[in-house]
């Protein structure tokens, strides 16, 4: 389970530092306009400036950046970054931030997808309000994704009804796991196995909920926590437990430009016991892992690469009736793509969007030994470590492209060009084009803003895209229609 974020402010990963690529990311993108009026910092040099936050990823999106020109300030109240990539979210981040100018990393209230509590009141909220408004035919019924489906059974111990609905339900044979709504790599998260355990969990949740402190000091307080069912039939691999970690994208947040992106599997060292009250074979993420003595001598049995997955289920279950051939990169990605879209469409309209906001999430995946998918948790600010073969060849490529992704569809929306073709689009496949939608705008939002004169000047004549040669006169005229009522 990798790792999730509270809101404002929030823990970001600590000790994590990512390597630095070997190799030079793929074509990118032309720069993010840089406004001839605007004075630039003294010593900034030429190129525009980036400031990273934390040591996750660092080095990998540094060395992206200097790749291009850029120049890396230190200072994180620097008021005049084109790009600002922080593991840890800061207030003053949102409000200073330029719309239309600048590219920030994190929606502000991604915690709607990426805290267990947010994720799971979010899908509630979403099928209670799709069962009343849309009534599909007979023949659509199928296809429609039911939470059921594809989310363990969840209930929240801060809400007293479901906290006794839970206690009521548990019997002694059923295997439960608690977790923090919004800790990471495995912190706080225990088993459930039998009436002692769970008496003793509704205590302690009882005099937390009961106690006026607990009200008065919340970020004193413990964390809110979810119990979910224990998916106790999991499929394995050599007998070992495993999940995949995928990549949710929004690119752009205006208009809505959303993307999967393959990742890995990650597996335990240890053998699957499900009676073991060791973590280690129960939680895969590379946290847990590393507490074993054996990690620096087999970690790179940990994470597999999809293509080393799809390999191992094509020999080692061929004869699965009904199964496909390269179940994994057909039916297994299909299936993880609807369950990132269903989550996406739960809190499109909630999100906090402007013009320069992105976001990549990890998402979580198991597959049981029926071949059904579930999705575990979705975390924000993945880790991008690249301690093992496989990530050092997975990881800077998602990132890279994470950014060209970011970059193009910005300028798209600054100057109203059509977003697709995407030249940088290379591995990530496209889940929703918001363009022929309403722009979102949360209560109180400003109405996007016009791609400034200098702006459009300084990239007047940019190849690529359909519009790319637009003169100043036709992209000004681009843009009043874009930012206009009608396609907002």
């Known amino acids: ?34 406004p001839k009026d605007e004075k630039q910092p003294v010593g900034a040099g030429q190129g525009p400036l980036f400031y990273i936050g934390g040591s996750n990823g660092a080095s990998i999106i540094s060395s992206y950046c200097k790749g291009k020109g850029w120049q890396r300030t230190l200072d994180g109240r620097c008021p005049d970054y084109k790009l600002k990539w922080c593991e840890v979210k800061s207030r003053d981040s949102y409000c200073s931030f330029r719309e239309g100018q600048q590219l920030l990393f994190q929606l502000p209230n991604n915690k709607l997808l990426t805290t267990k509590i947010g994720l799971l009141s979010a899908l509630r909220e979403y099928a209670r309000v799709s069962s009343k408004i849309h009534q599909p035919a007979p023949c659509l019924q199928a296809k429609a994704l039911r939470m059921e489906e594809f989310f363990p059974e969840t209930y929240r111990l801060d809400m007293r009804e479901e906290r006794e609905a839970f206690c009521t339900l548990f ?4 295997l439960w796991i608690c977790k923090p709504t919004a800790a990471n790599q495995g912190r706080g998260i225990f088993l459930l196995r039998s009436q002692d355990d769970v008496a003793s969990l509704q205590a302690k949740a009882q005099s937390s909920g009961d106690d006026p402190t607990f009200h008065r000091m919340p970020f004193r307080a413990p964390q809110a926590r979810v119990v979910q069912r224990y998916i106790q039939n999991p499929l394995l691999l050599d007998g070992k437990k495993f999940d995949v970690r995928a990549y949710l994208l929004i690119a752009c947040a205006v208009p809505y430009m959303v993307f999967f992106g393959h990742g890995y599997a990650r597996l335990t060292l240890n053998l699957y ?4 009250s060791d973590l280690s074979g129960h939680l895969t993420n590379q946290f847990m892992q590393k507490k074993s003595p054996l990690y ?3 970690k790179e049995d940990t994470v597999w690469s999809m293509e080393h997955l799809n390999h191992y289920i094509n020999s080692k279950f061929s004869k699965t009736p009904g199964l496909p051939r390269d179940w994994v ?5 299909k299936r993880m793509q609807q369950i990132m879209l269903h989550c996406f ?5 909630k999100l906090e969007c402007k013009l320069g906001y992105f976001d990549l999430i990890g998402c979580d995946f198991l597959v049981d030994e029926n071949f059904k998918v579930w999705l575990l948790e979705m975390n924000a600010n993945p880790a991008l470590h690249t301690n093992c073969q496989v990530l050092k060849e997975v990881i800077p490529g998602v990132v890279a492209e ?6 193009e569809t910005f300028h798209k929306s600054l100057l109203g060009q059509k977003m697709l073709p995407l030249r940088s689009q290379r591995r990530f496949v496209l889940l929703h084009n918001g363009e022929a939608e309403p722009r979102p705008r949360p ?3 400003r109405p996007p803003p016009r791609a400034p004169l200098a702006a459009l000047r300084a990239l007047e004549g940019t190849p690529g895209g359909e519009s790319g040669n637009l003169g100043v006169a036709e992209a000004e005229h681009e843009g009043r229609k874009r930012a206009s009522p009608r396609g907002s």
């Not at 469409?345 to 309209?349: H, I, L």
């Not at 994470?402 to 970059?407: E, I, K, Q, R, V």
């Open 443 to 445: 209560r109180g939002a």
């Open 1 to 34: 389970m990798g790792s999730s974020r509270e809101d404002l402010p929030a823990r970001g990963q600590q000790g994590q530092s990512a390597d630095h690529p070997d190799a030079a990311a793929a074509a990118l993108p032309e720069e993010l306009p840089e």
């Open 329 to 333: 990169l057909t039916t297994f990605t």
């Open 273 to 276: 016991d499900p009676d073991s």
């Open 171 to 174: 019997r002694e044979s059923q």
């Open 296 to 298: 620096m001598l087999l």
């Open 345 to 349: 469409q739960a809190v499109k309209s």
């Open 402 to 407: 994470t950014l060209d992704l970011a970059l």
